[in-house]
C-alpha cells in the first residue's frame, strides 16, 4: 500500500512538473536521492566523526584527458583510484558516453562523480523524451554545470568532483564541432578552444605531455596514441595516476566522438594494441 501510494504521488507530480528536467523532478519527490545530498555539515574536510576518516582517505578518481581532432573530439582516462596512499580500484571506469555525441570524464570524490554522472545520463535521455528533440550542446554543458554547483555544499566539505566534458555540436562548421569544456567546483565552465585539456592530479604533467604531441588535424588514430602517451606521462610522475597493466590487461577507457559515428567507446583489444606499442616506445627512450 505504501510503494502504491508514493508511485502514484511520483507519477502525478512527473506529470505536473511543467519540467523537462529529471534532477528538479528528483529534487522535489526524493531530494535525498541526488549526489552530495547525504553530506551533513561536519568540520571541512573531514568525512561525520563516526566514520573516522578524512575525505582524501575515500576513493579518489584522477587524471582524464581530451583532445580535439580533424574529425571530431576524444576522450581517455586511467583506470586507478586511490584512498590516501593507497590503492582503492586498480580498474575503476572514469569516462562515460552520456549520449550519442558527449561523454563526461571524472576526477574528485569517486563517488559522488559517478552517481553524478549516472544521474546527468538520464537528464539528458528524459529532456529528449520529454521535448522530443535532443538538449543542445550548450544545453548539455549549462546542465552539468548546475550540477555541479549543487554539490558546492559537500565540496566545501572536501568531495570536490571535477567533471571534464566533451562533445560533438552538430549544429556548428565541423572545424568547431569537437568541444572541450571545463568545470571547477562551483559550476564554472570554460570552454578549452587550444584544443586539448586535462583534470586530476596527474593533470599538469599530461597537459605538458599534450602541448608537445597535440596537433588538432591530427587523425583519430594518432589523438588515441597522443591520448595514450599523455596519461603515461602522468602516471610517470604522480602515484595516484595508474600506468596501463599488462599483466592484468587494464587499459585506459577511451572515447571519441565524431559526426560519422557519435560517441564509441574502443575496445580494449584496441587500446591494448596502442599501448603495448607506446611502452615499447618507451623501452628505448624512458623520457620520450
Known amino acids: 500500500m505504501a510503494w502504491s501510494f508514493f508511485g502514484e504521488k511520483f507519477i502525478s507530480t512527473c506529470l505536473n512538473s511543467g519540467t523537462s528536467s529529471f534532477a528538479d523532478l528528483v529534487a522535489s519527490c526524493a531530494p535525498e536521492l541526488l549526489p552530495g545530498a547525504g553530506a551533513a555539515p561536519h568540520t571541512p574536510g573531514r568525512v561525520p566523526a563516526a566514520s573516522g576518516r578524512s575525505a582524501l582517505e575515500l576513493p579518489h578518481g584522477t587524471t582524464i584527458v581530451a583532445a580535439r581532432f580533424g574529425e571530431g573530439v576524444v576522450m581517455a582516462g586511467d583506470r586507478r583510484s586511490t584512498a590516501g596512499n593507497m ?14 555525441h558527449s561523454a563526461v570524464g571524472i576526477a574528485g570524490a569517486a563517488g559522488i562523480a559517478v552517481q553524478m554522472v549516472r544521474l546527468y545520463t538520464v537528464e539528458l535521455e528524459h529532456y529528449e523524451k520529454m521535448e522530443g528533440v535532443p538538449l543542445s550542446l550548450d544545453g548539455k554543458t549549462n546542465k552539468l554545470a548546475s550540477m555541479v554547483a549543487s554539490n558546492l555544499g559537500a565540496a566545501l566539505q572536501g568531495f570536490v568532483v571535477v567533471p571534464l566534458f566533451v562533445g560533438y555540436d552538430t549544429d556548428a562548421e565541423p572545424s568547431k564541432a569537437g568541444r572541450i569544456v571545463t568545470y571547477d567546483a562551483t559550476g564554472g565552465r570554460y570552454d578549452e578552444w587550444q584544443g586539448y585539456h586535462s583534470v586530476g592530479s596527474g593533470s599538469v604533467f599530461a597537459k605538458s605531455s599534450l602541448k608537445k ?16 602517451d599523455a596519461l603515461y606521462d602522468a602516471a610517470d610522475d604522480d602515484t595516484a595516476t595508474g600506468g596501463p ?3 592484468r590487461g587494464i587499459y585506459p577507457v577511451v572515447v571519441s566522438i565524431t559526426a560519422a559515428e557519435g560517441a564509441v567507446r574502443h575496445l580494449d583489444e584496441e587500446i591494448g594494441t596502442v599501448v603495448r606499442e607506446v611502452v615499447a616506445a618507451r623501452t628505448e627512450n624512458p623520457g620520450a
Open 87 to 100: 590503492i582503492a580500484q586498480r580498474d575503476i571506469e572514469k569516462v562515460f558516453i552520456t549520449d550519442s
Open 213 to 228: 604531441l597535440h596537433r588538432t588535424d591530427a587523425d583519430l588514430d594518432t589523438t588515441i596514441r597522443n591520448a595514450v
Open 245 to 247: 597493466d599488462l599483466t
